[in-house]
């Protein structure tokens, strides 16, 4: 018996020595690979776009993204970053005769995808062309291409181009089921990220805000592509809202598209651009490759920085993954940048849909003390809600996208009861022993008493009060003036600037070229990014039997592992929410 534990002791202990060399080897490759020279680009070269991975604000620190692999939980994700650096450089780049967008799905948000078109806009003033080429083309993948030259689209693929709609899961049914009840507490009439807990459709009020906003969102795409394609909204909208494009013939006939054509097709006509003979293969640069061929864009040697501050995810306490807002990590960041003579200016660059009341409140605080020595500019992405918006209304400036999400400045906190659950569906019954009447909540365990739900609704009022005292103060306008806008409603960034609630509408380098200015250092600065990202080692060993469950339950869920994380968001909320609905799809 002993010798038989000492060789399944043995094999396990070589199993895990024969995986640690195998790491080792594998990062030793990409350490060779990314050791390499940089990238050579050669003459009549064009850079090709696939953008089918999640685009994120900053790209993951990932030695094998470069092959195409992700590890662990650690994606081979692109960086809006070093998608919009790429663009730049291909544009000054006298070996790059244009762009490719080879496109499909994409993975990523309407402010996102805005910045990435004004970059592509601003290459074409370089007199190089972009071409692009779907199979599939969704309404995202075509808001990209509408700038193109030419646009191809497959004979037997399709164009989506029939508006948006946005999808909300709702579990009253599941949770009667279950026999568990929601304890709801909220202000705002607009508040809608508790239905999901008490109806199993939209109230009238989310109705009507989820279509002003959609509406909206809709409306300036579709102007934008009118003008990119020399057409005009109305017959655009008349398009897209009677579903008249149901074939690729049809986006031609329309004028949406140039060409019905297949891959081939596509790059015969860039072999032609670039002077390259029929015979000759084209070279395709592929962004992996890209980012690092030698820059052709001049870089500032000053000293003066301007520190972006990314703050994308959830706002939670504490510290906070690499994919959320932390109070304490977010709170370090910004003080750091306070602190840091060298940072003349900073931009808060905000993706978020809210999270924790407490954590929104504490960063808040780092971003007023900032706000008494240097600039703060907010910069909204895709959505920057509720608690996003509590960290943007702080800052000198606010600066959106006409497509961000956003508002929503409201709070609410859901206690469960799942006393049913346990005791009618597990069978189990709880007791308990306090020390006073009030010592056991808030309980998850049995119902509230009215006077414990009074204590609670009057905590959330306060907080609302608070939310809406600062925001009033931070937009320069009376509480009761800023509460005609807030109730928990949810904008577009159109619509917030129309009522106050942003100031500037542009990108990234719109607040900080803004930041750049109030600061005094305009076309003389450097930029610092923060805060610093976890290494690709942090990251993979940080938290490796966590990053194996996930995967695991990934695989094993399929497609029900969305209603999983959805869970999870659940789980972990920890006091007063101020947060938009946490899952609002829109396509």
């Given at each position: 018996?002993?010798?038989?534990?000492?060789?399944?002791?043995?094999?396990?202990?070589?199993?895990?020595?024969?995986?640690?060399?195998?790491?080792?080897?594998?990062?030793?490759?990409?350490?060779?690979?990314?050791?390499?020279?940089?990238?050579?680009?050669?003459?009549?070269?064009?850079?090709?776009?696939?953008?089918d991975k999640n685009i994120a604000e900053r790209?993951?620190?990932?030695?094998?993204?470069?092959?195409?692999?992700?590890?662990?939980?650690?994606?081979?994700?692109?960086?809006?970053?070093?998608?919009?650096?790429?663009?730049?450089?291909?544009?000054?780049?006298?070996?790059?005769?244009?762009?490719?967008?080879?496109?499909?799905?994409?993975?990523?948000?309407?402010?996102?995808?805005e910045e990435i078109r004004d970059e592509l806009?601003?290459?074409?003033?370089?007199?190089?062309?972009?071409?692009?080429?779907?199979?599939?083309?969704?309404?995202?993948?075509?808001?990209?291409?509408?700038?193109?030259?030419?646009?191809?689209?497959?004979?037997?693929?399709?164009?989506?181009?029939?508006?948006?709609?946005?999808?909300?899961?709702?579990?009253?049914?599941?949770?009667?089921?279950?026999?568990?009840?929601?304890?709801?507490?909220?202000?705002?009439?607009?508040?809608?990220?508790?239905?999901?807990?008490?109806?199993?459709?939209?109230?009238?009020?989310?109705?009507?805000?989820?279509?002003?906003?959609?509406?909206?969102?809709?409306?300036?795409?579709?102007?934008r592509i009118a003008e990119a394609r020399n057409?005009?909204?109305?017959?655009?909208?008349?398009?897209?809202?009677?579903?008249?494009?149901?074939?690729?013939?049809?986006?031609?006939?329309?004028?949406?598209?140039?060409?019905?054509?297949?891959?081939?097709?596509?790059?015969?006509?860039?072999?032609?651009?670039?002077?390259?003979?029929?015979?000759?293969?084209?070279?395709?640069?592929?962004?992996?490759?890209?980012?690092?061929?030698?820059?052709?864009?001049?870089?500032?040697?000053?000293?003066?920085?301007?520190?972006?501050?990314?703050?994308?995810?959830?706002?939670?306490?504490?510290?906070?993954?690499?994919?959320?807002?932390?109070?304490?990590?977010?709170?370090?960041?910004?003080?750091?940048?306070?602190?840091?003579?060298?940072?003349?200016?900073?931009?808060?660059?905000?993706?978020?849909?809210?999270?924790?009341?407490?954590?929104?409140?504490?960063?808040?605080?780092?971003?007023?003390?900032?706000?008494?020595?240097?600039?703060?500019?907010?910069?909204?992405?895709?959505?920057?809600?509720?608690?996003?918006?509590?960290?943007?209304?702080?800052?000198?400036?606010?600066?959106?996208?006409?497509?961000?999400?956003?508002?929503?400045?409201?709070?609410?906190?859901?206690?469960?009861?799942?006393?049913?659950?346990?005791?009618?569906?597990?069978?189990?019954?709880?007791?308990?022993?306090?020390?006073?009447?009030?010592?056991?909540?808030?309980?998850?365990?049995?119902?509230?008493?009215?006077?414990?739900?009074?204590?609670?609704?009057?905590?959330?009022?306060?907080?609302?009060?608070?939310?809406?005292?600062?925001?009033?103060?931070?937009?320069?306008?009376?509480?009761?003036?800023?509460?005609?806008?807030?109730?928990?409603?949810?904008?577009?960034?159109?619509?917030?600037?129309?009522?106050?609630?942003?100031?500037?509408?542009?990108?990234?380098?719109?607040?900080?070229?803004?930041?750049?200015?109030?600061?005094?250092?305009?076309?003389?600065?450097?930029?610092?990014?923060?805060?610093?990202?976890?290494?690709?080692?942090?990251?993979?060993?940080?938290?490796?039997?966590?990053?194996?469950?996930?995967?695991?339950?990934?695989?094993?869920?399929?497609?029900?592992?969305?209603?999983?994380?959805?869970?999870?968001?659940?789980?972990?909320?920890?006091?007063?929410?101020?947060?938009?609905?946490?899952?609002?799809?829109?396509?």
């Amino acid at each position: 018996m002993l010798n038989f534990l000492k060789y399944v002791l043995a094999t396990i202990l070589g199993l895990l020595i024969f995986s640690f060399i195998t790491v080792l080897i594998l990062v030793g490759i990409a350490a060779s690979t990314a050791s390499k020279s940089e990238v050579e680009v050669t003459s009549n070269s064009v850079l090709e776009l696939k953008l089918d991975k999640n685009i994120a604000e900053r790209a993951e620190e990932n030695p094998f993204g470069e092959l195409g692999l992700a590890f662990g939980m650690i994606s081979s994700s692109d960086g809006l970053d070093q998608i919009k650096a790429a663009i730049r450089n291909a544009k000054a780049d006298e070996n790059i005769e244009g762009i490719f967008l080879n496109l499909g799905y994409l993975d990523a948000g309407m402010g996102k995808l805005e910045e990435i078109r004004d970059e592509l806009i601003k290459f074409k003033e370089s007199g190089k062309f972009i071409v692009s080429y779907s199979d599939i083309a969704s309404e995202k993948a075509y808001y990209l291409s509408s700038v193109s030259d030419k646009i191809y689209v497959s004979p037997m693929g399709s164009l989506e181009f029939n508006g948006m709609h946005s999808e909300v899961y709702f579990f009253k049914g599941l949770m009667e089921k279950l026999d568990i009840k929601a304890n709801v507490f909220k202000v705002g009439e607009f508040k809608s990220a508790v239905e999901p807990f008490l109806l199993d459709k939209m109230s009238e009020a989310n109705r009507t805000q989820v279509n002003s906003f959609l509406n909206s969102i809709n409306d300036y795409q579709l102007r934008r592509i009118a003008e990119a394609r020399n057409t005009t909204y109305e017959e655009l909208k008349n398009i897209s809202d009677n579903f008249l494009v149901r074939e690729p013939e049809d986006a031609k006939r329309f004028g949406l598209i140039t060409d019905v054509g297949y891959y081939d097709e596509a790059v015969t006509y860039m072999k032609e651009r670039a002077g390259i003979e029929q015979d000759k293969k084209i070279q395709l640069v592929q962004l992996s490759k890209y980012k690092d061929a030698p820059s052709k864009v001049e870089k500032s040697t000053s000293s003066n920085r301007i520190a972006v501050i990314y703050a994308e995810g959830d706002i939670v306490d504490g510290e906070g993954d690499d994919d959320e807002i932390g109070s304490i990590r977010y709170a370090n960041a910004i003080r750091d940048a306070r602190l840091d003579k060298n940072v003349k200016a900073v931009v808060l660059r905000i993706a978020s849909p809210g999270g924790s009341a407490l954590a929104s409140d504490l960063i808040w605080r780092e971003i007023q003390l900032t706000k008494e020595v240097k600039p703060i500019i907010a910069s909204m992405s895709d959505v920057a809600a509720s608690g996003g918006y509590y960290l943007a209304m702080g800052c000198d400036t606010i600066v959106a996208h006409p497509n961000t999400i956003t508002g929503s400045i409201g709070v609410f906190g859901i206690i469960p009861n799942i006393q049913g659950f346990l005791n009618n569906k597990l069978g189990i019954t709880v007791d308990r022993v306090g020390t006073g009447k009030f010592s056991d909540v808030p309980s998850v365990t049995r119902n509230m008493t009215d006077t414990e739900k009074e204590i609670v609704q009057r905590e959330i009022n306060k907080i609302y009060e608070i939310f809406t005292s600062k925001a009033a103060q931070g937009r320069n306008m009376t509480q009761d003036k800023l509460k005609e806008f807030a109730s928990g409603r949810v904008w577009s960034g159109i619509e917030a600037k129309e009522r106050g609630l942003v100031d500037v509408h542009g990108g990234l380098e719109t607040a900080i070229e803004l930041a750049a200015a109030k600061a005094g250092v305009a076309g003389d600065y450097r930029i610092k990014q923060l805060p610093r990202k976890k290494s690709f080692f942090e990251s993979m060993f940080g938290d490796a039997g966590a990053q194996v469950k996930e995967k695991a339950v990934k695989a094993e869920l399929g497609e029900l592992y969305p209603f999983y994380k959805m869970y999870k968001k659940v789980e972990n909320m920890q006091g007063v929410q101020a947060r938009m609905p946490y899952e609002m799809t829109i396509q």
